[in-house]
């Protein structure tokens, strides 16, 4: 491939590169059609997404209590927040773009705002081959779900071993392990597990042994918890003796990296479900420390806090066995993802994965990649012209050589080492 010797054939190549490249999706909650209705998807899921109904209650009026809320039918739900988030508010939110994005890229006429017309479309569509378009839409090969062996329906279905398509990875979600032993040693306890509530080596090693179980169930990609910002390690707490005495030693065990997603305030406000979680600033002292102590162990993290963000690229740059990954959640607004992006690469270059979309709901892949993809068109354009000033020529293979890098690439290298 010849050097790309004009700047406007450079920021082509990348524009291109960015909107042509297929991404891998390695943090999202999706489940397979087989699990039913763990799988969110349609029009009415999309509306009822936790942030939307978060966004719901800050226009509502006082009479619409979340009591209220809860307690009626999902089109329900959907429909007032339609009417207040959409129609009287005007959609300006992220979340809300984001579901006219989706329903854009599906052909649906958002302008005509006919929501009984799309409900309609969405009944027409069989989950299989709609998982199938969505995936072919957002450009994703695969996406990488969350699997958790402490939630009772979902555990039912690995132990009934239902299908699972290929393009969806798993992840063993262990945050219950590590931030609510009792809960954990209690659920283990009732799968015949000699797990007591106050920790000692016998019960972790239980707990290694249930890991393990669900190591062979899952074949996972990761080991995934979130942690809250006050996470500390080394500590006295149960939580870093558990990471010490039965995360990391199944981790290294079967050669899994730990991906851990700090700085969640759980149940800020518990009224409004998965949607009640705030953000807290993390330690990143905790991730130093582990970084630290466990060289033979790889680390796949993000963190909630804007604040937090420069200090994590730094010690990317330290260790090696530690790799970042997406805006998360609080993140995942414009703003912040150019800021985070434009940063990560001037920091690490493309050892980094720029997204996961997390989507909680199937068609929210379409419009977390959308959207990213823009800004991420936009900051890498600006970067090549740098370079280009600087008197390098790249190829147009080397281009997507590292926009392969930001969507996945980096990930799975990292995987691998
Ligand atoms: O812990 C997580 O995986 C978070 O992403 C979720 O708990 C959160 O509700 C979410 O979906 C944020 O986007
Ligand atoms: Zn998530």
């Not at 029009?43 to 009591?67: G, I, K, N, S």
């Not at 027409?124 to 199938?132: F, N």
């Not at 759980?266 to 998965?274: Q, Y």
């Not at 607004?333 to 996961?356: D, P, V, Y």
């Amino acid at each position: 491939m010849p050097p790309l010797n004009d700047p406007a054939a450079v920021e082509a190549a990348v524009r291109q590169a960015v909107a042509t490249t297929t991404a891998s999706d390695i943090h999202t909650h999706l489940f397979p059609p087989s699990h039913g209705r763990l799988l969110l998807w349609g029009v009415d899921d999309l509306l009822t997404y936790h942030y939307l109904v978060a966004e719901l209650f800050t226009f509502a009026p006082r009479e619409l209590t979340t009591e209220k809320f809860w307690a009626l039918p999902k089109t329900a739900q959907a429909d007032l927040v339609w009417e207040h988030v959409f129609l009287r508010h005007g959609a300006l939110s992220e979340s809300a773009r984001g579901v006219l994005t989706t329903l854009s890229a599906l052909g649906l006429d958002v302008a005509g705002r006919d929501l009984a017309g799309m409900r309609r479309w969405f009944a027409a569509q069989k989950v299989e081959e709609y998982l199938a378009r969505v995936f072919r839409i957002a450009n994703i090969d695969y996406a990488v779900m969350t699997n958790n062996p402490f939630m009772a329906e979902e555990a039912g279905c690995w132990k009934a071993k239902l299908p699972k398509p290929d393009c969806l990875k798993t992840a063993l979600r262990i945050d219950t392990l590590i931030v609510n032993w009792p809960a954990a040693a209690k659920a283990m306890r009732a799968g015949g597990y000699k797990t007591t509530a106050s920790p000692g080596a016998a019960a972790f090693a239980q707990a290694r042994r249930f890991l393990a179980e669900w190591v062979k169930i899952l074949q996972p990609v990761y080991l995934a918890a979130s942690l809250p910002p006050e996470f500390a390690y080394p500590s006295s707490a149960v939580s870093s003796k558990v990471v010490d005495k039965v995360v990391l030693p199944t981790a290294k065990e079967f050669g899994l990296p730990v991906a851990m997603m700090m700085g969640v305030r759980k149940g800020v406000n518990p009224a409004l479900g998965d949607g009640g979680d705030g953000v807290g600033e993390s330690d990143v002292t905790a991730l130093q420390h582990l970084l630290q102590e466990h060289p033979d162990a790889k680390f796949i993290v993000t963190m909630l806090s804007r604040v937090n963000q420069q200090e994590l690229c730094v010690l990317a740059r330290k260790f090696s066995h530690l790799h970042v990954e997406g805006c998360w959640w609080f993140c995942n607004n414009t703003s912040i993802i150019e800021e985070m992006t434009r940063m990560r690469l001037e920091l690490l270059g493309t050892a980094f994965t720029a997204q996961h979309s997390d989507a909680r709901v199937l068609d929210q892949a379409i419009y977390k990649w959308a959207h990213v993809r823009t800004i991420l068109a936009d900051v890498l354009a600006e970067k090549y012209r740098n370079l280009f000033t600087a008197g390098w020529r790249p190829t147009e293979d080397e281009v997507r050589r590292e926009v392969r890098s930001l969507l996945g690439g980096a990930f799975e290298e990292f995987c691998k080492k």
